[in-house]
């Protein structure tokens, strides 16, 4: 059964707002997008009303999913303060957060977004895998690196929360949309022995997500909760580029056992890198390490290695700051056409000398989390 866009709204009009007003009526819904049975949008209130809209949002989203047909809901409550304003008191464990709350975040005490972390049940480590920048392999990497822990015997997930720029069906070459089960929970995919989650399974490839913080926030917590993962050592979380909202909505909704930093030699993919780092240390997240991705270029042909983007970069950076190097990924052409088939070179070339260095790679992050997969 088709979903449509006037069914969502003949949904929320029996929705009453703080002011008992129906929803539909209140002007505060953003632009609503329906596809294949999944719904999005938001509510924009001012953060000062923001804690009496969090159950209308609740109500909202119970509304929709009620509705034949639809799949999966993702609304999220978008607060802001209007110019001037005072800032609104910290907001209690559950529900979406204001976005201005979000930006610099209190260490410790109930009152701190910390204190919302909730172990994921089955899960025994989540990991990040970040960048400060785009363009440096991020994604490529993060799938790779889950393989290698796959390998070294660990039962892993995946999941891609670059919301804006999901790479992981392309990286996979799935094409499927994941089902519900009876607790209306979504089912990951797998491939590749893989437990597999993004949001570009959700959405068609080319749509643009067009999404302001608190709505990236909400799926991302969706992904995280509303998943039937299983039974996992560790989940792999492909983050955005950058230190925005999503990398700190994580942070504050899970424990996060580490963080894996991946860079380019150059200075300048350094520099994002270093911000990162510095961003995870904020707000308690073991840096398990920096990966230098494109280290060097080796000419298939003739052998020539050359330093493309200079090299050492990211292991002089690592000593520096004083975390673990984890290993250096060449720039080569295997790795690419790998990528863009969807059969990822640690799974196409497994004796090869690119898988070997992802299974390095995984085999120290693995040793940094060999006490929490053997408590769990």
């Known amino acids: 059964m088709s979903v449509t866009q006037q069914q969502v709204l003949d949904s929320l009009a029996k929705v009453m707002s703080p002011r008992g007003v129906a929803l539909t009526n209140a002007n505060v819904l953003s632009a609503i997008t329906v596809t294949d049975g999944k719904v999005f949008f938001s509510i924009n209130v001012d953060a000062a009303e923001a804690r009496a809209w969090e159950s209308v949002r609740a109500q909202a989203e119970n509304a929709v999913r009620a509705i034949p047909g639809v799949s999966v809901a993702m609304i999220a409550l978008t607060a802001e303060r209007k110019a001037g304003a005072a800032a609104p008191p910290p907001r209690s464990a559950g529900g979406v957060a204001p976005a201005s709350t979000h930006r610099h975040p209190p260490q410790g005490g109930a009152g701190s977004p910390m204190a919302r972390q909730a172990e994921i049940p089955g899960i025994s480590a989540v990991i990040a895998v970040a960048s400060g920048k785009g363009g440096v392999g991020k994604s490529t990497t993060a799938l790779n690196l889950a393989l290698g822990l796959r390998d070294l015997g660990l039962r892993v997930g995946l999941l891609d929360a670059d919301i804006y720029g999901p790479s992981v069906p392309r990286l996979t070459g799935i094409r499927e949309k994941p089902q519900l089960n009876d607790d209306k929970k979504m089912i990951p995919l797998n491939r590749f022995g893989l437990a597999i989650m993004s949001i570009g399974f959700l959405v068609e490839e080319d749509t643009a997500m067009i999404w302001r913080g608190p709505m990236v926030m909400s799926a991302i917590t ?21 230190t925005g909202d999503a990398q700190l909505t994580l942070a504050q909704n899970v424990p996060l056992k580490g963080a894996v930093i991946i860079s380019t030699p150059q200075d300048l993919s350094l520099i994002d890198a270093r911000r990162g780092l510095a961003m995870f240390k904020k707000v308690n997240v073991p840096v398990l390490g920096i990966v230098e991705n494109m280290s ?12 493309i983007f200079g090299h050492g970069g990211a292991r002089h950076e690592a000593e520096r700051l004083g975390v673990p190097f984890l290993g250096e990924i060449p720039l080569h052409i295997a790795i690419r056409t790998s990528s863009d088939s969807g059969n990822p070179v640690v799974e196409s070339e497994p004796d090869g000398p690119h898988a070997a260095i992802y299974r390095e790679i995984g085999a120290k992050v693995r040793q940094q989390l060999q006490g929490v997969i053997a408590a769990a």
Do not use: E, I
């Open 222 to 242: 969706q992904m995280l909760r509303d998943v039937a993962w299983g039974t996992l050592d560790v989940l792999v979380v492909d983050m955005p580029p950058g």
């Open 296 to 307: 060097y270029f080796q000419c298939p042909h003739c052998g020539t290695r050359s330093d």
